[in-house]
């Protein structure tokens, strides 16, 4: 069982906003900074998020992300098709000294 | 670009060592703003972090792996190297290395940032 809990699956249509949650707790996201990844169908994951909210470049401003004490959300505006894949949260623990990731949220694009 | 590439071979039998290369270019390996790391990912699709080498050579590692992982460094060949010891069919997944970004900045994290470049990954399996 991950230690950061993100739901397992979301669905939205084309065009529209979706809020991706992860939850931890005061030895990891609290007191860390939160990345997240994309994982398109028979890819390695790909860096979207890093330090709660910066994108890398070349990653769509469509992407954002934020966090307020425990939880980190990630936000996708006008879905596309294309942004059908895994996401999963990532952040460094203090009480267990390792990075510790959530277990993914397969984002569906209806 | 910055490219990493796994190498290594696909299948491992019980309690024997498995040994990984991952290749790195289009950067250097001496930074003292990245570390290469390992990361696995389960069947399941479960991402586990294995560890992580700096360039002046000290290492974290995750305490799950009880000691059994080695992560090592050659500078001139560009490769970063991760033995598992006393593999089990529990250690078969896609194996990732990749860039991690650091800086004194996270030095309260961990040292951690981000992973921002990953290799296309490896399977092995554990299996007799």
């Known amino acids: 069982q991950s230690l950061l809990m993100q739901p397992p699956s979301m669905s939205a249509a084309p065009g529209q906003t979706v809020i991706l949650s992860c939850s931890g707790n005061t030895s990891n996201i609290d007191k860390n900074y939160v990345s997240w990844y994309q994982q398109l169908p028979g890819t390695a994951p790909r860096l979207l998020i890093f330090?709660?909210?910066n994108r890398p470049s070349g990653i769509p401003d469509r992407f954002s992300g934020s966090k307020s004490g425990a939880s980190a959300t990630l936000v996708i505006t006008g879905l596309q098709i294309g942004d059908e894949a895994d996401y999963y949260c990532g952040t460094w623990d203090n009480s267990l000294t390792t990075v510790v990731f959530g277990a993914g949220t397969k984002l569906t694009v209806l | 670009q910055v490219q990493l590439q796994e190498s290594g071979p696909g299948l491992v039998k019980p309690s024997q060592t498995l040994s990984l290369l991952c290749t790195v270019s289009?950067?250097?390996?001496?930074?003292?703003?990245?570390?290469w790391s390992w990361i696995r990912q389960f069947p399941g699709k479960g991402l586990e972090f294995i560890g992580y080498?700096?360039?002046?050579?000290?290492?974290v590692y995750n305490p799950s792996l009880k000691s059994r992982a080695a992560i090592s460094m050659d500078f001139p060949k560009q490769r970063v190297s991760l033995k598992l010891r006393s593999v089990s069919a529990a250690d078969t997944a896609v194996y990732y290395c990749?860039?991690?970004?650091?800086?004194?900045?996270?030095?309260?994290?961990?040292?951690?940032?981000?992973?921002?470049?990953w290799g296309r990954g490896t399977l092995v399996t554990v299996s007799s």
């Open positions: 080498i700096y360039y002046s050579g000290s290492t």
């Open positions: 330090d709660n909210n």
């Open positions: 990749a860039r991690l970004y650091t800086s004194s900045h996270y030095s309260n994290s961990g040292s951690f940032s981000r992973f921002e470049y």
């Open positions: 289009g950067t250097p390996m001496k930074s003292t703003l990245h570390s």
